[in-house]
């Protein structure tokens, strides 16, 4: 884990280099431009002016391919650097970790929604009419998109209603997993085995959330029914306490609860302690090991299985 953070860490500060190279050499470039009064290369690398017309079609055709180049570099660049924003602060903000990642997922199709007006009114396209008409195109597209929609709104209640967070273990239609990435349409789960699912907020209809409180590890440990039930009790009581010493996982216990069950053939203990979800299985590794230990020095036996087979007189015979 302390890996993998350490080359997200890195990589966020490759791509903070590598923006600053490119933001820094373009504003070079419309800054140099102006003093060296080259006023066509200025209008055309400014997207924050009005573009040129009086030029001829070969030329108009060149410029309006640069300057559609200059405003994606603009609009993309100012989106991912808000997203990079949102990725250093959202960690910081823990409880709003999950309103960073949405808000980027929202700033990621912002950006894309003015690149297209940006670009359209480069063209010479009015973009007020189409403002205007926005009202029509949204009832036309919402008939159609109403899943879509659904998803968005599913995802801004799950943010503010803190269903769950960034780091969650849930469970979702039966797939246990990390929540990795909150989106505005989707979320991200990750799976022990690093498989991801990817599911729309809107088809979270009933979740177990795992971490909103601690969880218990539970050990059922078998032992021999020729044991005194009263001695291997009083070595879990001298023993288990050393055992939450040992792992700082382990929050609560582990305690000894009883006896679980008595089977075919051996008597069933459970122990159990208090932990994160994320560690819960790890904790039972070790609580089982250290069973074996103490039991091992207490000449305490845990039978396997066994199978006796009685054999008949007539078969004697």
């Known amino acids: 884990m302390k890996k993998i953070k350490e080359n997200k860490k890195v990589m966020i500060i490759i791509q903070c280099i590598i923006i600053a190279i490119i933001v820094a050499a373009y504003v070079l470039l419309i800054i140099g431009s102006y003093y060296w009064k080259d006023e066509h290369l200025y209008q055309v690398f400014n997207p924050f002016i009005k573009f040129p017309t009086e030029t001829t079609s070969t030329e108009y055709v060149l410029d309006m391919f640069m300057r559609i180049v200059s405003l994606c570099f603009v609009v993309i660049t100012l989106t991912h650097v808000v997203r990079l924003l949102l990725r250093i602060i959202g960690p910081k903000l823990k409880s709003r970790q999950s309103l960073a990642s949405l808000l980027s997922s929202f700033a990621k199709y912002l950006g894309a929604i003015v690149l297209i007006f940006a670009i359209l009114g480069t063209l010479g396209i009015d973009t007020a009419v189409l403002l205007a008409s926005a009202g029509i195109l949204s009832l036309i597209v919402g008939l159609g998109a109403q899943p879509l929609i659904e998803d968005i709104f599913a995802g801004i209640f799950i943010v503010f209603e803190h269903t769950f967070e960034i780091g969650d273990i849930i469970i979702v239609d039966g797939f246990r997993g990390t929540v990795k990435e909150m989106g505005i349409r989707t979320t991200k789960i990750e799976d022990a085995g690093g498989d991801v699912k990817v599911i729309n907020n809107s088809d979270i209809r009933t979740l177990i959330n795992m971490t909103s409180k601690l969880s218990t590890a539970v050990c059922d440990v078998s032992i021999s029914y020729s044991d005194d039930i009263e ?51 790890q904790v039972q590794r070790d609580i089982n090991r250290e069973i074996k230990i103490i039991f091992d020095k207490n000449n305490i036996t845990i039978p396997f299985t066994q199978v006796v087979i009685h054999e008949s007189n007539e078969s004697k015979e």
């Open 231 to 281: 001695k291997v009790e009083k070595v879990l009581k001298d023993n288990l306490g050393q055992i939450k010493n040992k792992y700082k996982a382990i929050i609560n216990g582990p305690e000894y609860v009883g006896v679980q069950s008595l089977s075919d053939s051996a008597v069933v203990i459970r122990i159990t302690a208090e932990c994160n979800e994320m560690m819960r299985y």
